[in-house]
């Protein structure tokens, strides 16, 4: 059974840089698109970006600029940096594997647990 | 931006059948995907491709397009279905991300 295992972020001060990583366990590494989407509270879910085993990545144009994702195959880890964090990024992460079948956007079929992450002077 | 809409709530009896809509320009040309998500936990994906239900999903849960709006049935809604729903879709760009709906809260009582 495929299972997402995330950690980091916590209680942030504005202008500092949010951290989380994302653990896989079970199943292959490679062939899936490693994505990071965000809930801010009471609000609808938000893509990130995603990230493939061979590095190549795919941003949203609202974070471009202040997200890095990046990918260690030897731990079968991915993980999520956003720069410049202010309130308006106070939401739970979730980092979430997705499936792109042929002609298709990208399904997400398992997820991680979620973490929140807050940010305030 | 592309945006995907939901109403915010449905509420339903127990036995009866949900429907929950999702409209977007895009939807006619592009698959729709549905997500369950209950109280603090993370979403469940219960229809993709439109009509198409993962393992493990129950046979109530249907789903449907037709012009520029997708629809999630539930038929005979359970107790254990009240949570939030999102439909999920991507627009004519070329990006793979894409845009989730505001959401729906569904009520069984």
């Known amino acids: 059974q495929v299972q997402l295992r995330q950690w980091g972020g916590g209680l942030l001060k504005p202008s500092e840089t949010l951290s989380l990583t994302c653990a896989v366990y079970?199943?292959?590494?490679?062939?899936?698109?490693w994505t990071w989407i965000r809930q801010p509270p009471g609000k609808r879910l938000e893509w990130i970006g995603e990230?493939?085993?061979?590095?190549?990545?795919y941003y949203s144009p609202s974070f471009n600029s202040r997200v890095t994702m990046s990918v260690d195959t030897s731990k079968n880890q991915f993980s999520l940096k956003v720069n410049s964090v202010s309130a308006a990024d106070t939401a739970t992460f979730y980092c979430?594997?997705?499936?792109?079948?042929?002609?298709?956007?990208?399904?997400?079929?398992?997820w991680g647990q979620g973490t929140l992450v807050s940010v305030s002077s | 931006s592309y945006e995907l809409t939901q109403p915010p709530s449905v509420s339903v009896s127990p036995g009866q059948t949900a429907r929950i809509t999702c409209s977007g320009d895009?939807?006619?040309?592009?698959?729709a995907y549905w997500y369950q998500q209950k109280s603090g936990q993370a979403p469940v994906l219960v229809i993709y491709e439109d009509t198409k239900r993962p393992s493990g999903i129950p046979e109530r849960f249907s789903g449907s397009t037709s012009g520029t709006m997708a629809t999630l049935t539930i038929s005979g809604a359970q107790l254990d279905d009240e949570a939030d729903y999102y439909c999920?879709?991507?627009?004519?760009?070329?990006?793979?991300?894409?845009?989730f709906g505001g959401g729906t809260k569904l009520t069984v009582l």
């Open positions: 999920y879709s991507t627009d004519h760009g070329g990006s793979p991300g894409g845009v």
């Open positions: 895009a939807l006619p040309r592009k698959y």
């Open positions: 079970g199943g292959s590494f490679s062939g899936f698109y």
């Open positions: 990230i493939s085993q061979s590095g190549n990545t």
């Open positions: 979430a594997r997705g499936v792109r079948l042929s002609g298709s956007a990208t399904l997400f079929d398992f």
